[in-house]
């Protein structure tokens, strides 16, 4: 029901952990299947050098996470703000109907590091 592309995230989650002295951190969880994602940004120039998550989740979740950091990383912040969950979904190369919520805790928990980093950095 997976397709091999999230199989391959999956196994072989790319940029998984923690960044300690992140530029921005964001923070998503569904209540209705009690998973939760958490992105840590670095920022420099206005680009994302440098992405990490943490995920409590199911297949989908720790897929899209994986997915989503790839998609981030070398990306300035308009660009990376672009990343809808239906792209994720799409990079991944589908996801099973019932799966499509968990895309978006990928690009909430995203946008809410971009978030944090432009709130810390308004100056
Ligand atoms: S089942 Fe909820 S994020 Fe996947």
Redesign the pocket.
């Known amino acids: 029901m997976y397709s091999p592309i999230v199989m391959d995230h999956f196994n072989n989650p790319r940029n998984i952990g923690v960044i300690e002295d992140a530029d921005g951190f964001g923070e998503v969880g569904?209540p209705?299947?009690?998973?939760m994602?958490s992105f840590y940004i670095k920022v420099q120039d206005n680009v994302i050098t440098d992405i990490k998550y943490q995920t409590f989740?199911?297949?989908?979740?720790i897929a899209?996470s994986s997915i989503v950091s790839e998609m981030a990383k070398g990306k300035t912040l308009e660009e990376a703000k672009k990343i809808s969950k239906k792209a994720a979904a799409e990079a991944l190369g589908g996801l099973p109907q019932n799966?499509m919520?968990?895309s978006?805790?990928g690009a909430e928990a995203l946008a809410l590091a971009i978030a944090d980093y432009e709130r810390k950095h308004q100056n």
Request: a neutral charge; hydrophobic letters at 40%.
């Open positions: 569904n209705v299947c009690g998973d994602m989740g199911c297949v989908a979740a899209v799966k919520h968990c978006n805790l």
